[in-house]
């Protein structure tokens, strides 16, 4: 992977057409890149992947540098396992990768050689993409390339870059490597490059799409597409993954799993009480699935969302620990999410009932006075006196009327 300096300057157009790719695939490259990035990328604005193609052709192929830090690989076995286009379409088509440790075929001093050619033939007309969490107690010792601590290594290749762009969770904000105790002291790029334009494309891994459209409208505009408070692309992360998850009419009748492998679990019932993070997560997973393969994503299997995209939630809220539902509600005519506290039935109540009641009349009898008068009221049980007959059998009249 060598770099071509006497091509630097080549457009995507030029490139393709040297390199025998039939405008067929382009076009039909640019159509996936419309249903990947449908809004917020100045590119895919068009209503045709024809004219999508035509403003792809224009850029220029822009030069990569990329880092990989304290990571999985993840985010680079993503962009391998992409269909359309495939990892040699990216490669070779779309940009120019100039350096990168996982795949790049030279080994030490050949590829340290890579790197400082790139960076000194296109110092501030390239961008470096980052990989991984950057290491930085104890002045970076935890990690080290050529003998050189990985936050040295991203200040000074940063420093000659035309912008930044932290790919995966753990170089946008630490990540996996940053959870407590973060014995390294793990950080993102942002905590370490300063006075760069940086974008944070969270996810472990994130949808390749969302780099791939980042890096070809800065090909083709020289601009960056349109940030979130955390520097997130807001076509990718735009929308909450619950607004448009495929369980969420279970969620908005009360249907829920409850564990794995219950009835309601393979019934494909809403994951949320099994720790789910969907309805606080922004990301784009429940409609751009990975790798054009239908229901590629966690909840599609049936486990549920990480919150991976999130700073605040993934790899700090326990994975299965169920979050509290902020702005996410079903119809008032559904089912609550939570239901009310334990309450008595009606039948529950009338037993109920019928037992105090029991047992205060009984407390009531045992208290009253007990009389040997005949016709005392005080007497449990006692019968009314009987009236007073005249001899000819009439009721006799009370001497004066009662009020």
């Not at 192929?61 to 993503?78: H, K, M, N, S, Y």
């Not at 994130?206 to 083709?220: F, S």
């Not at 409850?258 to 009480?273: S, T, V």
Request: some cysteine; hydrophobic content about 40%.
């Amino acid at each position: 992977m060598a770099f071509d300096a006497a091509r630097s300057d080549e457009t995507i157009g030029e490139h393709i057409a040297r390199a025998g790719v039939s405008r067929r695939d382009f076009v039909m490259f640019c159509a996936k890149l419309m249903v990947a990035a449908p809004f917020g990328l100045a590119l895919t604005g068009h209503a045709r992947a024809s004219e999508v193609a035509r403003e792809v052709a224009k850029a220029r192929r822009l030069p990569v540098i990329w880092l990989a830090f304290q990571d999985c690989t993840g985010c680079t076995e993503t962009l391998l396992r992409t269909s359309t286009p495939d990892l040699g379409e990216l490669i070779l088509h779309l940009i120019s990768l100039d350096y990168h440790e996982t795949l790049m075929a030279a080994a030490g001093k050949a590829a340290d050689a890579a790197l400082r050619t790139s960076m000194k033939q296109n110092a501030a007309k390239y961008v470096l993409v980052v990989e991984g969490s950057i290491p930085r107690r104890d002045r970076g010792a935890y990690m080290k390339i050529a003998g050189q601590p990985a936050v040295s290594m991203l200040e000074e290749v940063a420093a000659h870059a035309a912008a930044v762009i932290a790919i995966g969770s753990c170089a946008s904000w630490g990540g996996i490597p940053s959870a407590d105790p973060n014995p390294t002291g793990a950080v993102g790029v942002e905590e370490i490059v300063k006075g760069k334009p940086i974008v944070n494309i969270p996810g472990c891994p994130p949808n390749p799409y969302n780099l791939l459209g980042t890096v070809l409208q800065y090909a083709r505009t020289g601009t960056l597409p349109e940030l979130d408070a955390q520097k997130r692309p807001k076509f990718a992360y735009d929308r909450d993954i619950h607004e448009h998850c495929p369980r969420r009419a279970h969620f908005d009748a009360g249907r829920f799993a409850l564990e794995f492998g219950d009835a309601g679990h393979r019934q494909g019932w809403c994951l949320y009480k099994l720790g789910c993070k969907g309805p606080d997560t922004h990301a784009g997973c429940s409609t751009r699935h990975f790798n054009e393969v239908v229901d590629a994503w966690p909840i599609g299997i049936g486990a549920p969302c990480i919150g991976c995209t999130e700073k605040s939630l993934a790899f700090r809220v326990p994975m299965f620990e169920v979050i509290p539902i902020r702005n996410a509600k079903p119809p008032d005519t559904y089912a609550p999410i939570d239901p009310p506290p334990p309450s008595w039935s009606i039948p529950a109540a009338l037993v109920v009932g019928g037992v105090v009641g029991a047992v205060a009349g009984a407390g009531y009898v045992a208290s009253r006075k007990f009389s040997t008068v005949q016709g005392d009221e005080s007497v449990p049980g006692a019968e009314p006196p009987a009236a007073a007959h005249t001899p000819t059998g009439g009721a006799a009249e009370d001497p004066e009327p009662r009020p």
